[in-house]
């Protein structure tokens, strides 16, 4: 975002006007952005890093909206969705001893979750999951992949004034979800 910024006038792009999107990881990594405090260090020497990170607006696709393991095990009880070898991986943690890990572990879930940036001035968001949202879960990318998650941030973002849509059911890259998405993106980016 902050090469893009920097660079806005010599690729003709307006640079207040960045919209995000991704499926699973990478909407999670988008809304992370959209969420978080913005990244500029008016201070630095490196002319890019005091550009903006902000968004206009996120679309994404079964995106995670916490990976906080603790947050999904409570989301989804009865199920080893939270025990996930990606969120294994990514903390490097045994999930099966998530009750006993270092503080600065914890501390890290919480950094690395969207959710637990979200304020009054974030960027609105389009949610799009496959599974519907009565979704069973048979099997940990069913859950790390349901509107439920989607379902949490809406109801935050409702609570802030924000502009969240949550769609369930959509297959992605179909007419509905290309359809979607164009429409929520154009009308947050004030294009026709």
């Known amino acids: 975002?902050?090469?893009?910024?920097?660079?806005?006038?010599?690729?003709?792009?307006?640079p207040e006007r960045f919209a995000s999107?991704?499926?699973?990881?990478?909407?999670?990594?988008?809304?992370?952005?959209?969420?978080?405090?913005?990244?500029?260090?008016?201070?630095?020497?490196?002319?890019?890093?005091?550009?903006?990170?902000?968004?206009?607006?996120?679309?994404?696709?079964?995106?995670?909206?916490?990976?906080?393991?603790?947050?999904?095990?409570?989301?989804?009880?009865?199920?080893?969705?939270?025990?996930?070898?990606?969120?294994?991986q990514l903390y490097d943690v045994d999930l099966g001893m998530l009750d006993s890990l270092p503080d600065e572990k914890y501390e890290l879930f919480e950094e690395v979750s969207a959710l637990t940036h979200l304020t009054a001035d974030d960027a609105p968001a389009l949610l799009l999951y496959a599974s519907e949202f009565d979704a069973e879960i048979t099997n940990q990318s069913i859950g790390i992949h349901h509107p439920k998650f989607g379902e949490v941030l809406k109801n935050e973002m409702d609570e802030l004034g924000i502009d969240c849509e949550v769609h369930a059911g959509i297959r992605r890259r179909d007419e509905d979800s290309v359809r979607l998405t164009m429409e929520f993106v154009k009308e947050h980016l004030g294009v026709e």
């Open 21 to 88: 999107t991704g499926g699973s990881a990478g909407a999670g990594l988008s809304l992370w952005l959209g969420f978080h405090d913005d990244l500029s260090d008016a201070d630095s020497d490196d002319p890019v890093l005091r550009e903006s990170s902000r968004l206009t607006c996120m679309a994404v696709y079964n995106g995670q909206t916490s990976y906080d393991p603790r947050f999904i095990r409570e989301l989804f009880p009865g199920t080893d969705t939270y025990r996930h070898s990606a969120l294994a």
């Open 1 to 14: 975002m902050q090469f893009a910024r920097y660079r806005a006038d010599e690729w003709q792009i307006d």
